[in-house]
């Protein structure tokens, strides 16, 4: 079955797309968990909603009027939030709040039709991914990775701690409108793939899973990708092989089991871990005390 859908284009178009977002989501994902900005994925998935209204409004493509929505969004945004004047809640809920309201206004606007097309981009529609849509996402993707690879260490003193970061020497304004922007190309890239309701979990879900198995920052990055890509290459496989299964549905829910089945796994791992460093730290008795 496998092999057969190998030899079908649409097929081959769905599973780069899958790859590309399962290796890019948890990557950039990864930075801002550490950064304990969970929800920025959220929000800019709602901007990017208006985005994808005013392509449809406007007769452009879909996913560049996105990409330019979002990544403004997301540099206001933050912004906003670099001055102080409002915290980084208030600041994500001002982007849920108003990309859902010019999305909504925008489509309402709209030729009519729309309305359907949109799903496609709230909830996913990877078997409908074009040519096109896979070289914008290889587009996208590769500069994400490019951005991880170059940045990648700089993005991780400033996620640690902004103020050692600032103390360094570090562009701290620079990095953090860098995090915003990849997050915001990331959020475009994946929306064909699992939707914007869902991208966030895609970006958040790996890197939480990847945490319960190690600690290290690298090791946790590249964990992440691994299990990005597994959750949704079996995605797809599974909407595949059931057009009743929804693959952003899917790609989340496994990636939600794999998260229980790592939770599980690293508690006894972590049990066990305690237990031979209790044994080892034990003192010894000499064979003089024991006689």
Same mark, same amino acid.
Not at 27 to 32: C, D, K, N, R, S
Not at 157 to 181: H, K, N, T, W, Y
Not at 215 to 221: L, V
């Given at each position: 079955?496998?092999?057969?859908?190998?030899?079908?284009?649409?097929?081959?178009?769905?599973?780069?797309?899958?790859?590309?977002?399962?290796?890019?989501?948890?990557?950039?994902?990864?930075?801002?968990?550490?950064?304990?900005?969970?929800?920025?994925?959220?929000?800019?998935?709602?901007?990017?909603?208006?985005?994808?209204?005013?392509?449809?409004?406007?007769?452009?493509?879909?996913?560049?009027?996105?990409?330019?929505?979002?990544?403004?969004?997301?540099?206001?945004?933050?912004?906003?939030?670099?001055?102080?004047?409002?915290?980084?809640?208030?600041?994500?809920?001002?982007?849920?709040?108003?990309?859902?309201?010019?999305?909504?206004?925008?489509?309402?606007?709209?030729? +009519?039709?729309? =309305?359907?097309? /949109?799903?496609?981009? &709230? $909830? *996913?529609? !990877? %078997? @409908? #991914?074009?040519?096109?849509?896979?070289?914008?996402?290889?587009?996208?993707?590769?500069?994400?990775?490019?951005?991880?690879?170059?940045?990648?260490?700089?993005?991780?003193?400033?996620?640690?701690?902004?103020?050692?970061?600032?103390?360094?020497?570090?562009?701290?304004?620079?990095?953090?409108?860098?995090?915003?922007?990849?997050?915001?190309?990331?959020?475009?890239?994946?929306?064909?793939?699992?939707?914007?309701?869902?991208?966030?979990?895609?970006?958040?879900?790996?890197?939480?899973?990847?945490?319960?198995?190690?600690? +290290?920052?690298? =090791?946790?990055? /590249?964990?992440?990708? &691994? $299990? *990005?890509? !597994? %959750? @949704? #290459?079996?995605?797809?496989?599974?909407?595949?092989?059931?057009?009743?299964?929804?693959?952003?549905?899917?790609?989340?829910?496994?990636?939600?089991?794999?998260?229980?089945?790592?939770?599980?796994?690293?508690?006894?791992?972590?049990?066990?871990?305690?237990?031979?460093?209790?044994?080892?730290?034990?003192?010894?008795?000499?064979?003089?005390?024991?006689?």
């Amino acid at each position: 079955m496998i092999m057969e859908l190998l030899h079908e284009q649409l097929f081959q178009l769905a599973l780069i797309a899958a790859l590309l977002v399962g290796l890019c989501a948890p990557a950039v994902g990864t930075f801002i968990v550490q950064r304990r900005l969970a929800l920025l994925g959220d929000g800019v998935g709602h901007v990017a909603l208006t985005g994808v209204a005013l392509g449809f409004l406007t007769g452009s493509a879909p996913v560049l009027t996105a990409v330019i929505v979002a990544v403004a969004g997301a540099v206001a945004i933050e912004l906003v939030r670099a001055r102080g004047r409002t915290s980084g809640d208030v600041a994500l809920a001002l982007l849920f709040y108003g990309g859902i309201a010019g999305g909504v206004m925008l489509m309402g606007i709209a030729p +009519g039709g729309s =309305t359907a097309k /949109l799903n496609s981009y &709230l $909830f *996913g529609a !990877i %078997a @409908s #991914v074009t040519t096109q849509d896979i070289w914008i996402i290889a587009a996208l993707a590769a500069a994400v990775i490019a951005v991880v690879a170059i940045f990648g260490r700089e993005l991780f003193v400033l996620c640690q701690d902004e103020e050692m970061a600032r103390a360094s020497g570090l562009p701290v304004r620079f990095l953090s409108l860098l995090i915003a922007v990849t997050a915001a190309l990331t959020v475009v890239i994946a929306m064909r793939v699992v939707g914007l309701l869902l991208v966030s979990a895609l970006m958040v879900i790996p890197v939480a899973t990847s945490q319960q198995l190690t600690r +290290g920052f690298r =090791t946790t990055m /590249l964990l992440a990708m &691994l $299990f *990005g890509v !597994i %959750a @949704s #290459v079996g995605g797809l496989v599974a909407s595949t092989y059931s057009t009743k299964v929804p693959p952003g549905a899917a790609i989340v829910l496994l990636a939600l089991a794999g998260f229980v089945l790592a939770l599980a796994v690293g508690r006894f791992v972590r049990r066990a871990r305690t237990q031979e460093s209790t044994v080892s730290e034990r003192p010894k008795l000499r064979v003089e005390e024991v006689a």
